[in-house]
């Protein structure tokens, strides 16, 4: 017998509002069961649960994890916009021009995460 992955878990300060994050970020939703400033939060997506867990320390160096996106009804370029502005930040673009390539952002607390080309994009 084989493992599932069930979450992914995100070491974070404010995992409610992290949650909420996330949540805009995969179409999903925070469990009805989590609320604010409770020590975790889970979001359900149709994708994958994120699981958000409170920690004293802040984060202090690169992830050794990270999650890759990749957009299903927009562009790269769109969905890094998006991404902005729902309070990413850009920590690296690393777009060819060939189309080829992704954007590394930080989610509001710091954490790592790429966006790669859309699935149409991957389809050209």
Known sequence: ?????????????DP???????AE??????SDEDRPGDPEALVESASVGVLLIRV???KSAKNRLHID??????????EVDRLLALG?????????????????????????FCVERGAAERAN
Not at 16 to 22: K, S
Not at 69 to 78: A, I, V
Not at 88 to 112: F, I, K, S, Y
């Open 69 to 78: 996106l990749q957009p299903q009804d927009r562009t790269r370029d769109e």
């Open 16 to 22: 409610y509002a992290l949650g909420g994050f996330w």
């Open 25 to 30: 970020v995969l179409g999903g939703a925070v």
């Open 56 to 58: 004293p320390e802040g």
């Open 88 to 112: 990413a930040t850009l920590q690296g673009d690393h777009r060819r021009p060939d189309g080829t390539g992704w954007v590394t952002l930080h989610d509001p607390e710091g954490n790592e």
């Open 1 to 13: 017998m084989t493992s599932l992955i069930r979450h992914l878990t995100i070491d974070c300060a």
